[in-house]
């Protein structure tokens, strides 16, 4: 009874800070409890995999150590609690469609690092959760030379913030960009790298799905690192069928791009570039056909990007580049008769060959059999891959410091990191407590009011939208 009177003598404000230790609590021990089951997953897959390749006692205890290295590694980087105050930001190195890369000195150590910022709101609008996700997931799991790695992730209010190596060398976009083509030298070089890469990520069993110059970039010497891992265990929609046929505006003809010669498709590729880049639809240039198709692919269309990739490097553009990714689309799916090699721009027999074996069948491509059909190539003779980095790179990068930025392009600052927008108001009405959260998201289209209504253990929340133009 007395029990009873002093619970019902409680105050509002005391019934939902308990209810709020209530649930904190079974939060923790379910994430706890969640934490050990992965873990326990995670360790029967390596048991699994180890077992289907026949390794003996000596190789398995060598795998399973440098699994619990990982698993270590994986809960530091778990418990360790960090946020935007311990970082400087020193300049903007890239610019995306959801967000923008800084160069960033962490203030305790002085190291540098690549700080990757994704505005929540655009990433809840175009649905791509699920993708950082999956690109944290995987570069946390990842432990290669290959690989770009991370080392910490946090969030706050507005941005998801992924910290990761800084690779002063820039990106293989910004490379094509600047020369007219690679020599077949320079482009045995950065195709056999990625060769090793891509392999790489297929042997941890991702597909990365969204293999582009972008996404290659560059160490201090030259050589190549895979980044940008959002779409390994999923697809954005312009990565469907669906996104081209449903597109309202009508195809404009691509006429005048056909008839251009091959340096003028260069130049107009490399003007359009950096504006495909930042779009969220992006390009479909080297993205495989089955993979428009969702009908089954597997790791192979990741060789099909590579086969795009040298392409360009070889002859300045890549083989469906077009005036409209519509456009783009219908010449990927139509490869048999759009993937041409122009005669003012001739390469070796041995270079084609290895393009077509890349861009073709899926069932007919090379690397089906294993990353060793392709690194046996003719066009790779030569090609010490177990020294490849270790050698000086094709084209060498020149680095004066440990913050040297002059492999990247000029962005203009922006205020992705200002907390403008966000207020917080007080008030009492009707004896109730109430906080009003005005939260205003600019947007090209308009803007978007929210409202967080407290009183007592419920919480209402009410959105508005308003369309407004601003132009």
């Known amino acids: 009874m007395t029990s009873q009177t002093s619970c019902s003598s409680m105050s509002n404000h005391t019934k939902e800070r308990v209810t709020m230790a209530k649930v904190t609590l079974e939060n923790f021990y379910s994430n706890l409890i969640s934490q050990h089951e992965e873990r326990e997953m995670r360790q029967q897959k390596l048991e699994k995999v180890m077992d289907q390749e026949g390794l003996g006692d000596e190789e398995k205890c060598l795998r399973r150590s440098e699994h619990a290295r990982k698993e270590t590694e994986f809960l530091r980087l778990k418990r360790t609690r960090l946020g935007l105050e311990d970082f400087e930001s020193l300049k903007v190195i890239g610019r995306g469609a959801f967000g923008e890369v800084r160069l960033v000195q962490k203030k305790d150590t002085g190291h540098v690092y690549a700080m990757k910022i994704l505005r929540k709101a655009d990433m809840l609008e175009k649905e791509q959760v699920g993708h950082i996700r999956a690109e944290r997931d995987i570069l946390v799991e990842a432990d290669s030379l290959w690989v770009v790695k991370m080392f910490y992730s946090f969030q706050d209010k507005m941005n998801l913030y992924l910290i990761m190596e800084f690779l002063p060398g820039g990106d293989m976009m910004t490379l094509l960009m600047k020369k007219d083509t690679l020599t077949e030298e320079a482009t045995q070089f950065y195709i056999a790298e990625t060769v090793l890469a891509i392999d790489s990520i297929h042997q941890m069993s991702f597909i990365h799905r969204d293999i ?33 046929r449903n597109l309202n505006h009508s195809l404009p003809s691509d006429f005048t791009f056909q008839n251009m010669n091959s340096k003028r498709k260069a130049e107009t590729w490399k003007r359009n570039r950096r504006q495909l880049a930042f779009s969220t639809v992006g390009t479909p240039d080297y993205i495989a056909p089955e993979v428009f198709m969702q009908n089954g692919y597997n790791k192979l269309c990741d060789w099909w990007s590579l086969g795009v ?20 689309y219908r010449k990927v799916m139509n490869w048999q008769e759009t993937l041409t090699f122009p005669p003012e721009v001739p390469i070796s027999e041995k270079a084609k060959d290895l393009i077509l074996r890349f861009c073709c069948e899926s069932e007919h491509r090379i690397g089906a059999t294993g990353v060793e059909e392709i690194k046996t190539n003719p066009f790779f003779e030569g090609v010490d891959y177990d020294h490849i980095r270790e050698r000086p790179a094709a084209i060498p990068i020149e680095i004066k410091s440990i913050d040297d930025t002059s492999n990247f392009d000029e962005f203009p600052d922006s205020d992705i990191l200002q907390p403008s927008g966000l207020f917080l108001q007080y008030v009492t009405v009707l004896g109730l407590d109430v906080y009003y959260y005005y939260y205003f998201l600019i947007y090209n289209s308009g803007w978007r009011f929210s409202c967080c209504l407290r009183v ?16």
């Open 456 to 471: 007592g253990l419920l919480h209402v929340f009410v959105c508005w939208t308003s369309q407004k133009s601003y132009e």
């Open 212 to 244: 582009k110059p972008d996404n290659l970039l560059l160490d201090s010497r030259g050589h190549v690192k895979l980044s940008d891992f959002g779409l390994c265990t999923g697809l954005k929609k312009a990565h469907r069928t669906e996104f081209y």
């Open 309 to 328: 990739i040298m392409y360009e490097m070889l002859i300045g553009y890549p083989p469906f580049c077009s005036e409209t990714p519509q456009e783009t």
